[in-house]
């Protein structure tokens, strides 16, 4: 099965969404595979400001700022980066490492790709059962002219 073609932007939203348990054996993985690998920014902690968008008029406000790690590296030339919300350091590590690997197209890609598609299909069914919970408090209006 080939997984669908991805921007680097959707893969890391995604690589964001796997549990830490699934990234390190993967990453360990491509590490080992590695003729080369370096850590370029060590896995950090720290805050960023998180924006989001109002529903009705569309206008970005601040929310508030949110703790979240990032690190980057180099995996056979190729660099990886990756942010995740929380104090995850070893996670967002082995996100950073596949952020290359799959960068790279290397030899578990299609391993990645796979399990970035059940990500997807997963968030994809949880919030089909949310909008399923709120559909019925939409409440409708008409305009009367």
Do not use: C
């Not at 924006?51 to 990886?80: C, M």
């Not at 890609?109 to 970035?116: D, Q, R, V, Y």
């Amino acid at each position: 099965m080939t997984a669908p073609a991805r921007t680097r932007e959707e893969w890391g939203r995604l690589l964001a969404a796997v549990p830490p348990e699934l990234l390190t054996p993967l990453a360990d993985r491509a590490i080992a595979a590695a003729a080369e690998f370096s850590v370029v920014r060590a896995p950090r902690v720290g805050t960023i400001v998180a924006q989001v968008r109002e529903p009705l008029e569309r206008r970005r406000f601040i929310l508030g700022d949110v703790v979240a790690a990032v690190a980057e590296v180099r995996l056979d030339g190729t660099s990886g980066w990756a942010m995740r919300l929380g104090r995850e350091t070893e996670a967002v590590l082995a996100q950073a490492v596949l952020d290359a690997e799959l960068a790279a197209e290397g030899v578990l890609s299609e391993a990645i790709g796979s399990l970035l598609t059940e990500v997807d299909e997963r968030q994809r069914r949880e919030r089909a059962r949310t909008w399923a919970k709120l559909a019925p408090t939409i409440v409708e209006f008409e305009e009367v002219a």
